[in-house]
């Protein structure tokens, strides 16, 4: 292993900025999903000055932004080596785990019925719902209902996820939280099991008034195994999570969790922790591009938030050390001009950027997300741990 090149590592997940389709996209019903590419060629000219300069548009040809001359990153791509393309899976793999059974989904026809027998027997709430929505359009639909008889609205996604929403004045978040924790305890069945129980708050009265607050909790699954996160935070350093790292990880392996209100509010929340003294890894993710414009195709949102995100990154860049290492990637795709609402098979961006570094250019294509973990931890001089994949590319960094 290398001795230590950098005191600070950042790792930013742009939540579904997928960069094209994997080999194997066609299996998963995705053949010729492409977020970034597609994005970028319905706008005249995406503004993202500063991933521009980093290398984004020299890792792959964009409509309307020039590849940099002199990129200041080290850039490339990365192919994902487990069985799915959703969030937990490319996270759980970021950081070393190798997926080979998917998370269940309920996307055709809703939760089976004697699931959802026990949940509306042990809760003590009639269930509506039951089916995959989006969560503006079943709040449309049923927040009405709600709010006026007490019933509780459980719907799933494309994603293996299931959300109940309640009302913060009329449901109550406590007692939101109180079914969450049972359906958890419920979907732990391996016949059931998905990998997050969501609470959905929301406030308003009548349908058009209805708006999701930032009161979201995740009850995901502990990962199969230990993490890099695990050695890192077992080594004495700092892990620093940002967005709904905690959740997706169930806090293991953090030593400090960051809730964002928005990809926003995570960059200001991101660029607050550059300013701090510490020694270890700073992980975030970006969650509004793949849950508001992703998942709803919504193609000019999902462009405008990436050039949002551009502004604060160039903030970050001005706070960096020298030795700071910044990574910015994606953990799947969700390509808004793709059919239907379910995240896309794609490989995703790798760019890794220090003020110390002497080269920066092209890497080769790496086979497996993993490189992250495995790459963050051989910088500290620590090993992965027993079982895990993914090979260290820190001795390319230069």
């Given at each position: ?126 269930i509506i719902g039951n089916k995959a929505a989006s969560g503006t359009e079943i709040l449309d639909e049923l ?36 079914c969450c924790e049972i359906a958890r305890e419920i979907t732990m069945k391996d016949e059931w099991k998905v ?105 000019v949102g999902y462009g405008e938030e990436l050039e949002r995100f551009d502004v604060k990154l160039g903030e ?83």
């Open positions: 292993m290398n001795a230590k090149k950098y005191r600070r590592v950042f790792t930013i997940v742009i939540d579904s900025l997928g960069v094209g389709p994997m080999p194997d996209a066609a299996a998963f019903g995705d053949a010729g999903a492409d977020t970034l590419g597609h994005i970028a060629a319905h706008f005249d000219a995406l503004k993202i000055p500063n991933l521009q300069r980093l290398g984004m548009a020299n890792l792959k040809s964009l409509h309307g932004v020039a590849p940099a001359e002199k990129p200041l990153a080290y850039y490339g791509q990365l192919r994902e080596a487990s069985n799915g393309k959703d969030t937990m899976t490319g996270h759980w793999e970021m950081m070393g785990l190798h997926i080979t059974k998917p998370f269940k989904t309920f996307t055709e026809h809703g939760f089976p019925q004697e699931l959802i027998d026990e949940l509306s027997r042990r809760t003590g709430r009639v927040g009405e209902e709600e709010i006026a008889t007490g019933h509780m609205i459980v719907y799933t996604s494309a994603d293996s996820v299931l959300q109940i929403c309640g009302n913060e004045e009329t449901f109550g978040l406590d007692e939101l939280y109180r990998g997050r129980v969501i609470a959905r708050p929301y406030v308003g009265r009548k349908k058009g008034e209805f708006k999701r607050t930032s009161n979201r909790h995740d009850y995901a699954l502990k990962p199969y195994g230990r993490t890099a996160l695990d050695a890192l935070k077992d080594a004495g350093l700092s892990v620093i999570s940002v967005g709904k790292i905690f959740d997706i990880f169930d806090g293991q392996g953090l030593t400090e969790s960051n809730k964002s209100k928005s990809s926003v509010h995570g960059m200001e929340q991101t660029i607050e922790i550059a300013q701090r003294d510490f020694e270890g890894l700073c992980f975030v993710n970006l969650v509004d591009f793949d849950a508001l414009w992703g998942h709803r195709r919504n193609v970050l860049l001005d706070m960096l050390r020298d030795d700071d290492l910044l990574i910015i990637t994606a953990d799947h795709g969700n390509d808004p001009t793709y059919t239907g609402t379910d995240h896309t098979r794609e490989k995703v961006p790798f760019l890794a950027y220090s003020r110390s570094m002497q080269t920066p250019g092209a890497l080769v294509e790496a086979d497996t997300f993993a490189v992250i973990g495995a790459t963050i931890t051989d910088n500290f001089g620590i090993a992965m741990p027993d079982g895990t994949i993914g090979h260290s590319i820190l001795d390319k960094l230069n």
